[in-house]
């Protein structure tokens, strides 16, 4: 495990928001947002490394991270006029589980290959949790950024008056 410090958080922020920037010119963002999800995506991905650090889990950690970009993708709609999926999904694919899923897959491609199996049982177990941990990821990010619009589905995002959201209207 690294060690919590300012600079690996600002490394982990900085790679992460790069990501989320890229992401965002592929998925065809308008120009004026690339840096929203960039934003988006450090600050998600930041909080997820700094709740693993603290010993949180990497779910629970996954969860926070996407709920601070789902909240924040809704606020940042409001400031800037734009759907919120269009810098929300490049922000999240910073935590999107790959490493897991291709244990999954390689784990799946031996399986099928019963020496193997018989020679190293624990694939199987191997498999079962890694698959089982890329869908929970999986989940949780689905769920993180789907929050901010479920608290604010009654009307649409150009509607929303965050001062009555945060009570002082």
Known sequence: MEELTIINIFRDFTIAFLVGFCW????????????VAGLLGGMGHALRF???QLD???ITATLAGSVLI???????????????VVFTMPACITMIP?????????????????PTV???PHILIEMS????????LLF??????????????????KNISFKDVIGKG
């Open 24 to 35: 965002a010119i592929l998925f065809g963002s308008p120009k004026r947002l690339l840096w």
């Open 50 to 52: 700094i709740l693993i």
């Open 56 to 58: 949180f889990g990497m």
């Open 70 to 84: 789902g909240l924040i993708g809704i606020f940042a709609a409001h400031r800037v006029d734009s759907p919120p």
């Open 98 to 114: 790959g490493m897991f899923a291709y244990k999954t897959m390689l784990a799946g491609i031996k399986v099928t290959d019963l």
């Open 118 to 120: 018989e020679q190293n």
């Open 129 to 136: 949790h890694n698959l089982m941990l890329t869908m929970s």
């Open 140 to 157: 949780t990010l689905a769920i993180g950024i789907c929050i901010g619009a479920l608290l604010f589905r009654k009307s649409s995002v």
